[in-house]
Structures are given as structure tokens and as C-alpha cells.
């Protein structure tokens, strides 16, 4: 796709701007990588977590759909948005008002874990009936990239676990350390035993 871009710059400079190629370009990667990375990772956590949940996928493969679905309801790769600025009063009600010119932080990552409309949010369950996540955004501005990454994450995750069947955390999960960012939502690294913990372990 990149060698794709720079060709139709090259051949009409009309078609895509310097800025405009970098703009996209800087958006395949990270909105169209680094956010499918996250889910996989939050996945691969929750599963090793709950290895009873592994389990029921292992014996029922069309559930991995459930699995990425919990995923992003849990832990959506981007949490926050950066910052918009009202352009008029807005009246939330209740004698909330966000006053013309302050800012407004999007988090995409609040409805997932609403308890009004999750019951035990912060839990990883597959059987939940209700998985409806904010994880892509909205109407207008939902993700164009969504229905790949998920597919991405429905053959990552299958695949890994196929060829690893006995993939084990290297720490506990308490000592990953989460990336530096306000708006990502991913773990730095995620050490693994790929055939599983060692025997002085």
C-alpha cells in the first residue's frame, strides 16, 4: 500500500499532497497497526488469564468473534481521543454545562466499562450477552479499518494459540508494564513461554 501511495504521488503530484501521503501513511501505522497489535495483546492476557475461557474457544473455534468482541468492550486500543474544543455552550443537564472554548477529551473507552450498561464491567466474560463497545467510534466517525482489524485479530489469535498450545506468561500480569500514552492502550512488551512455564519455574 505504501509502494502504492508514493507511486500515485509520483505519477500526479495533483493526486496526493507530500502532506497528505505522510498523513496517511502515518495513519496506516498507527491506527491501522498498532491499535490491531493492542487488541491481540489485551486478548492473549485475558486468555492466559481465564484458561478456562481458552478452553471453550479451543473446543468451539467460532467463538474467537466473542473473544475480540469482550477484548475491545474491555480494553479499547485507543482510550482517549485527543483533545476537542466546544464551539458553543453545551447543556448536559443536571446543571452541567461545557462552556464555549473548553476542551472536551473523548473516552472511548468509558462505555465498555459502564456499569449502568455492563454488569461487572471489569471482567472478562465470553458468555456476556451484551459486548456493545465504543471501541471504533461512532455514526459518522466509526473506524473504516474496523471490520480488518478484527478480522486480523480473528486469524492472529486462532493461529497463535494453535501453534503455541501451552503459551504461558514469563511475569505476572500485574508486573507488565503499560505503555506511556494518554491516548494508546496497550502493554510495552509481553513476555511469554512459548511451550509453556519451565519446570523450576
Known sequence: MTSDLIAAQLADGDRLSDDEMISTLFNMIAAGTETTASVIDWAVCELLDHPDQLEQVREDPSRWDDVVNETLRLHAPIMHEPLRYATADIDLGEGVVIRRGEAIVVNFGAHGRDPDLHQDPGSFQLDRADKAHLAFGHGVHYCIGAPLSKLEANIALPALFARFRDLALAVPRHELQHQP???????????????????DA
Request: glycine residues 10%; hydrophobic residues 25%.
Open 181 to 199: 500514552s494518554f491516548i494508546g492502550n496497550d502493554y510495552q512488551s509481553i513476555p511469554v513461554y512459548p511451550h509453556g512455564l519451565p519446570t
